[in-house]
């Protein structure tokens, strides 16, 4: 279902590659963020796409806060410390040398953001400020994509199968980076979300492992776990996969839906040309514009 109406505003628009990505140049976010057709065409491309990077911004913080609501309700995040007391809908996520080991790279595995929680996040941005010279890299991977390509008796097989989920109790995969087991851990229910499910505005259908489906109801521990990690590696193969660097004006979107993502190790350092600074907006719901 395509939100753009015939008058909406053409986007200069690059892929990034077959399956997912789209770079926008051109577009000044400051300026237009409050106009409703240029953000149905903003909505209707990530929905297309699974993620967008969109270059050359300059935002204020409560135009950024502004730009995030546009999507859906920011949640504030539950690590008081990482939110900025001003605008506590904007996450900090940096590589101070003085963050604990227990806490450095926690975002170095295959996840959708909040599918660990009843309602999980729909949208997540960053807005880049400061990058290093190397490293710092995020991976994303189409979980729709990843769907579609599998043979269709094994697509009807997925349907309607329910998967557990908890915070770090997903089978890991290759170059993934298991927990430090010192890092805090959250007491949270355990949640169930369907094993495929369809995008809310668009409906297509895609799989939802994330980093946190750890059973299937009415299945077999053992083979859930191995249902599990065969899927979470499919989706992650090269063919669903690209690789990009928030650099500073950068916003970057991806759509929680029909997509996982990883961080990479970064060098914990404030020395020049090393420090990475961004600023996360995660959203739940759906934009006002689709719900319109």
């Excluded at 170095?108 to 909040?114: A, E, F, I, L, T």
């Excluded at 990058?131 to 890299?137: F, I, K, L, S």
């Excluded at 355990?190 to 094993?195: A, F, G, I, S």
Aim: overall charge neutral; charged content about 25%; hydrophobic content about 40%.
């Amino acid at each position: 279902m395509s939100l753009v109406s015939a008058a909406a505003p053409a986007l200069a628009a690059t892929p990034l590659s077959p399956a997912l990505g789209s770079v926008i140049t051109g577009l000044d976010l400051g300026r237009c963020t409050d106009d409703a057709r240029t953000m149905r065409a903003l909505i209707d491309l990530l929905h297309q796409r699974g993620v967008l990077v969109i270059k050359g911004q300059n935002l204020s913080d409560a135009d950024y806060v502004r730009f995030g609501r546009q999507w859906g309700r920011p949640l504030e995040f539950f690590i008081k410390e990482h939110r900025r007391q001003d605008h506590p809908e904007m996450i900090r996520i940096n590589n101070d040398p003085a963050t604990p080991p227990a806490l450095r790279d926690g975002a170095v595995h295959w996840h959708s953001d909040g599918s660990y929680e009843a309602e999980p996040a729909a949208v997540t941005m960053l807005y880049g400020k400061e990058a290093p010279r190397e490293g710092g890299e995020t991976l994303f991977a189409s979980t729709a994509a990843a769907f579609e390509a599998l043979p269709a008796g094994r697509r009807m097989t997925l349907e309607g199968l329910v998967a557990i989920h908890e915070l770090g109790a997903a089978p890991w995969i290759e170059g993934e980076t298991p927990p430090d087991p010192n890092r805090p851990k959250r007491d949270m229910p355990r949640q169930r979300h369907p094993l495929v499910i369809r995008h809310p505005v668009t409906g297509r259908r895609a799989l939802f492992t994330s980093g946190t489906a750890c059973g299937i109801e009415g299945m077999d521990q053992e083979a859930a776990m191995a249902l599990i990690h065969f899927l979470r590696a499919h989706i992650t193969q090269r063919q669903f996969r690209i690789s990009y660097k928030v650099l500073p004006g950068d916003i970057v979107l991806w759509d929680n839906y029909s997509t996982v993502h990883s961080a990479t190790p970064v060098a914990y350092s404030d020395a020049e040309g090393e420090r990475r600074l961004l600023y996360r907006i995660s959203t739940k719901g759906m934009p006002a514009l689709c719900r319109a």
